[in-house]
């Protein structure tokens, strides 16, 4: 969340090591790196809203975190406009689908 | 009813495909279309492969929803709810010894009355016990209420034995590895023995008459109790944790359990399910493996008793080939496969969530969402099959070595075929949500966390379709065995 002032910690989620989980092929340089615990990110959005959903944020860093979560927002919309139409669809040709097997359709 | 054995609950299951199908048509919401539509009339008119793909789409379709759901500490508020069981040392200490004496005085009663009591399934007390009151019957306790095998495992009363009369420091808790000789297990084998040992058992299960015939269940019992004993006082705690597939199986269904342990040994109370979302798997080799073993040797359990399976083995048979290695042959192939599809998939992730983060971390990552699915289609393949036959297992115990003539049976009404079908699907659907949780957790922001799904939902989608065909096949006895 955006207007909260400290981070929601992972006190409780399962840890990743960056050292030990992640790997950048020899072909390619990272986009960007987390200062905080050196995890490599293959872009700056995901570097961006990583740092402040993981660490303490330097008042820049939340900046940055707040723009990425704005951008976060709008593709969000667009996915979830996907989604719903996605489900729309589904649920329509089961339904029809379903007439046309047991016959009630045609 | 009068079944005994074991590897038939498929078969209910296969009888309820009507039944099934109307569940599914209801999840579907069709139901307002279809609203004469009783669980009679369904198998005449809904062809196998619709309620297949309806199964596909019932698990697409969940996985669209979960994606609506995007609040990260809204989600975390739902999987980290928890309440605190108060549990004294001394009375847990005090139970535990109880349970323990009782579960070693109810092993003896069963090798003695596997040896000498009668030889019919329903009137014998161990095939009772260890078929519907163990396997299916306490199986199901483990991941509905909470894993007790630690407590309750007989096979342990020996160790504690030793480490007790060693004077103090011999707690129950890990700590001295063995107690006799030296043995310690070489920590690069991991869990794979116990991802043998699972295979082990249940290609005996499906291969051997241990489910109909008490004197061989008898000598099976004996035989494992003797390996285990040995086993578990040469290496200590850790034959339980990483050799022994019986405990491993119930620590597995423990995961998805709402009754849980925590690190400090406080006992808490959570939703069921979420405590996969917190606890990753233990960083060990052939962890991963065990998990989709204990998924694999379901499907297969149901798929060495279809018809296609029986058309299929007939002639290599014939052929000359030995049954026995056919079926292990497939076993083996079938769980190379799975993981093979797995670990696929996991790298797959990497590109769908753009990721540095290696495929093994992703495949220990998302490893427990397996769980409530296996745990759904046990429920499903024996819930039907533990009540029908506990009336049987009650009136037995009260007299064990000269039990009743013909034991009652329950049989369960038509409808339970669609309830059965909610339990596989609602361990998918749990499956889902906890996949989504975890992929909040690893993944920065919402959409690399959603789209880190799809390979995921792809292969369960067409698990599912997989298994239900299974599930509606017509029992057939496995054959050549």
């Known amino acids: 969340m955006p207007g909260e002032t400290t981070p929601p910690h992972a006190d409780r989620a399962p840890a990743l090591r960056p050292s030990r989980d992640t790997a950048v092929p020899a072909d390619e340089v990272p ?76 | 009813m009068g079944e005994n054995r074991p590897r038939r609950r498929v078969r209910p299951l296969g009888q309820f495909v009507a039944a099934a199908v109307a569940g599914a048509v209801l999840s579907e919401r069709v139901a307002a279309h279809s609203g004469s539509l009783g669980g009679s009339v369904a198998s005449a008119t809904v062809p196998t492969w619709l309620t297949v793909l309806t199964g596909g789409i019932v698990v697409g379709g969940s996985f669209l929803f979960t994606t609506l759901l995007t609040d990260h500490d ?26 323990r004496a009782c579960s070693v005085g109810v092993l003896l009663a069963v090798l003695a009355t596997g040896f000498v009591g009668p030889r019919e399934g329903v009137r014998n007390f161990a095939l009772l016990l260890v078929w519907v009151g163990w396997w299916a019957g306490y199986t199901a306790t483990t991941y509905l209420v909470g894993d007790t095998w630690p407590a309750l495992n007989p096979w342990r009363a020996p160790l504690a034995a030793v480490r007790w009369a060693r004077g103090p420091g011999g ?42 015939n008490p004197r061989l269940l008898a000598g099976v019992v004996l035989a494992y109790t003797l390996v285990t004993v040995a086993g578990s006082l040469a290496v200590g705690e850790a034959w339980f944790e ?8 119930f620590a597995a269904y423990g995961r998805v359990a709402p009754l849980r342990r925590d690190a400090d040994g406080s006992l808490s109370l959570r939703l069921p399910g979420t405590a996969l979302t917190e606890d990753p798997l233990p960083e060990r080799p052939g962890e991963v493996a065990f998990v989709v073993a204990l998924l694999w040797v379901t499907t297969y359990d149901g798929l060495v008793a279809t018809p296609t399976w029986a058309r299929a083995v007939g002639p290599l048979v014939e052929a000359g080939v030995s049954a026995l290695v056919v079926y292990a042959a497939v076993l083996i192939a079938g769980f190379v496969l799975f993981v093979g599809v797995y670990r696929l998939a996991a790298r797959r992730v990497r590109e769908t969530a753009d990721t540095y983060v290696t495929a093994r971390a992703i495949e220990r990552w998302f490893a427990p969402a397996l769980l409530p699915i296996a745990a759904g289609y046990h429920l499903a393949h024996f819930l039907g099959y533990f009540l029908g036959l506990a009336p049987a297992l009650a009136a037995v115990a009260t007299s064990p070595l000269a039990p009743t003539a013909s034991p009652l049976a329950l049989v369960l009404p038509g409808w339970f075929g669609s309830v059965k079908l909610l339990f596989v699907l609602g361990g998918h659907v749990l499956a889902i949500w906890v996949a989504h949780s975890l992929a909040f957790e690893l993944f920065p922001g919402v959409l690399a966390a959603i789209r880190s799904q799809y390979p995921s939902v792809v292969v369960m989608v067409f698990y599912t379709m997989t298994s239900l065909w299974v599930i509606t096949q017509p029992y057939a006895p496995p054959p050549y065995v």
């Open chain 2, 242 to 249: 990483r050799v022994d597939p019986v405990s491993a199986v």
């Open chain 1, 31 to 106: 986009a960007a790196t987390c200062p905080h615990c050196e995890c490599p990110f293959r872009s700056e959005h995901a570097r961006d809203l990583h740092v402040g959903e993981r660490h303490d944020p330097t008042p820049s860093e939340r900046e940055r975190y707040e723009a990425a979560l704005e951008t976060e927002r709008d593709d969000l919309w667009l996915f979830h406009a996907k989604a719903v139409v996605a489900l729309g669809v589904t649920y329509a040709a089961t339904v029809i689908l379903y007439m046309v097997v047991l016959g009630s359709f045609f």
């Open chain 2, 74 to 99: 809204a989600m975390r508020g739902v999987n980290w709810w928890r309440l605190a069981v108060p549990t004294p040392t001394r009375l847990r200490r005090g139970v535990v010894s109880l349970v």
């Open chain 2, 171 to 212: 707690d129950d808790d890990r700590g001295i590895d063995s107690v006799v000789g030296e043995v310690s297990l070489p920590a690069s084998w991991g869990v794979w023995p116990a991802v043998a040992g699972l295979l082990a058992l249940v290609w005996l299960e499906v291969v051997s008459p241990v489910g109909e």
